[in-house]
């Protein structure tokens, strides 16, 4: 069995995992480099760092074919801790943020992503689909015909050539026409090299040079602990992406402990944290990736192409890769969610849009999914609210009143529940039958003992019968009108 999973992560598509990582590989430079510059860092702490994380989490990580390197969600989290501390403070952030994110592993804190709503992936997707196309907008404004031409012409040949051939991936194509087409010609367009310098060795394994004292853990802690919640955060939801693209199962915990100690490894190699990257992943996906072995390969190769590579990979243009962003942006997007806005229940797509708003505007991706998470449970809970009723007869010649309840009981219908009551009945008995119901939490048990205590208050006593064990459990550790001491003093109600 365990034979059977090696291969299929690992030599299943040597083919189309070697060249997607190729692929995946070039596209990483720009963005490591711009990710660093946001940081306030020198351009190679986020190229060792996408090589790091991407050669451990090849084998540590729970998502074959999804692709971790630096990332601007998590270098936006860095800026104040370098601006005020500087670059080593950063790196031992990193290794207290593959702790935490290993720690999160081990509580399997993974299995919560099944609370998050198809309609909040889908607000993700949509947010990070905008992010990736507003990212090329500065390549785009104020340059010349050339660049748009450039432009032009690599996403023709990315559209294009897959109906002649899918041998070699069409981004790959095109970046390397592209680039030939630019030093052939000369042409006077921003490349590569341009985005900042290219480092020129090899990483090497440093500790931190800070104090091991309680001063620097409270300097850190805090920026350690929202990298490690904004890393596991993205990556969790791209791992999601690449489910449903790929059509495959992903172990979310191992991948919570998987990017710990891709972190851990870059914070020791002088790089920054960071997570997975949807752009990269779903290029790997698009190019055939589908193995470890993609990532592993984007992770070499990156570093081969960074420093042994260097003088040639400076004169790739970035119309290239704005063009290879561009097509990650378009399939990235999920058109058919714009389509059904008006057949999909309206609660669904306004958590949808709310969370496509809120991550575009703060560029906060944990921000947006919040919202969207906290929104989905909102309107959850007024839904089951509604399919709460409480139904009464009259037996024994009108002095017995029977109610009859039916659905949840919880904070969102305890009110209704206790409303449902006449209180000023002449009655001299009462049942509640709540064999159809359930109590969910302290509310529903204060609302239940509101109910007796009013009851009996006017000396009528009050039957409870059908309580499945779980609501009786709750009641009778928390209610107090079953209680010896309990009164019919309603005056703290």
Same mark, same amino acid.
């Given at each position: ?31 490591? &480099?711009?990710?660093?510059? &946001? ?42 801790? /370098? ?48 992010? *990736? ?7 785009? *404004? ?14 023709? *040949? ?16 095109? @970046? ?6 630019? &030093? ?34 409270? *300097? ?62 779903? @290029? ?28 040639? /990979? ?15 942006? @378009? ?29 575009? &505007? ?99 006593? /009050?039957?409870? /019968? ?28």
């Amino acid at each position: 069995m365990l034979t059977k999973s090696i291969h299929q992560d690992w030599f299943s598509n040597i083919r189309g995992d070697l060249l997607s990582g190729l692929v995946v590989a070039l596209a990483l430079i720009p963005e490591a &480099i711009a990710f660093s510059i &946001i940081a306030g860092v020198d351009p190679k702490v986020g190229l060792y760092a996408s090589f790091c994380i991407a050669v451990v989490i090849a084998f540590a990580g729970g998502r074959p074919g999804m692709i971790s390197a630096a990332t601007g969600a998590m270098a936006l989290v860095m800026v104040t801790l /370098v601006k005020e501390h500087g670059l080593e403070y950063l790196l031992a952030a990193t290794l207290l943020t593959g702790v935490l994110q290993i720690v999160a592993g081990a509580l399997k804190l993974g299995n919560l992503m099944r609370f998050v709503s198809r309609s909040v992936v889908t607000g993700f997707v949509n947010a990070l689909a905008i992010l *990736i196309f507003m990212a090329q907008l500065p390549e785009l *404004i104020n340059v010349t015909w050339v660049v748009y031409a450039m432009t032009a012409a690599g996403l023709g *040949i990315i559209y294009l050539l897959p109906r002649f051939t899918k041998a070699v991936p069409s981004p790959l194509v095109c @970046i390397v026409l592209l680039t030939a087409v630019a &030093i052939a010609l000369d042409l006077d367009i921003r490349t590569v090299g341009d985005m900042g310098e290219l480092p020129d060795s090899l990483p090497v394994f440093l500790l931190p040079d800070v104090p091991l004292n309680w001063d620097t853990l409270a *300097i850190i802690l805090p920026y350690s602990l929202t990298l490690a919640v904004v890393g596991l955060l993205e990556s969790m939801m791209t791992a999601t992406i690449v489910d449903d693209l790929t059509d495959t199962p992903s172990n979310k915990n191992r991948e919570c402990a998987g990017q710990g100690i891709a972190n851990i490894a870059a914070g020791f190699m002088g790089g920054m944290a960071g997570c997975a990257m949807i752009g990269q992943s779903v @290029i790997n996906v698009k190019s055939g990736g589908r193995g470890r072995l993609s990532t592993l390969t984007a992770g070499i190769v990156l570093l081969i192409l960074v420093v042994f590579l260097g003088p040639w /990979v400076k004169q790739i243009p970035m119309a290239a890769l704005v063009a290879v962003m561009i097509m990650v942006s @378009i399939g990235t997007f999920s058109w058919e969610s714009v389509r059904n806005l008006r057949s999909h229940p309206k609660s669904s797509s306004i958590v949808m849009v709310s969370t496509v708003i809120v991550v575009v &505007i703060t560029h906060d991706l944990a921000k947006g999914v919040f919202v969207g998470v906290l929104l989905s449970a909102l309107f959850f809970a007024a839904k089951v609210s509604r399919l709460f009723q409480v139904k009464s007869e009259l037996l024994d010649d009108g002095k017995h009143r029977h109610y009859i309840v039916s659905g949840q009981v919880f904070f969102a219908s305890a009110n209704r529940f206790v409303a449902a009551f006449d209180f000023n009945e002449a009655l001299e008995r009462v049942t509640l039958d709540v064999s159809r119901a359930h109590f969910w939490d302290i509310t529903a048990i204060e609302a239940l003992d509101k109910i007796v205590l009013k009851f009996r208050r006017d000396a009528t006593p /009050v039957e409870i /019968v059908g309580l499945n064990e779980a609501s009786a459990t709750l009641i009778d550790r928390y209610a107090v009108h079953d209680k010896p001491t309990a009164t019919p003093d309603l005056t703290a109600h």
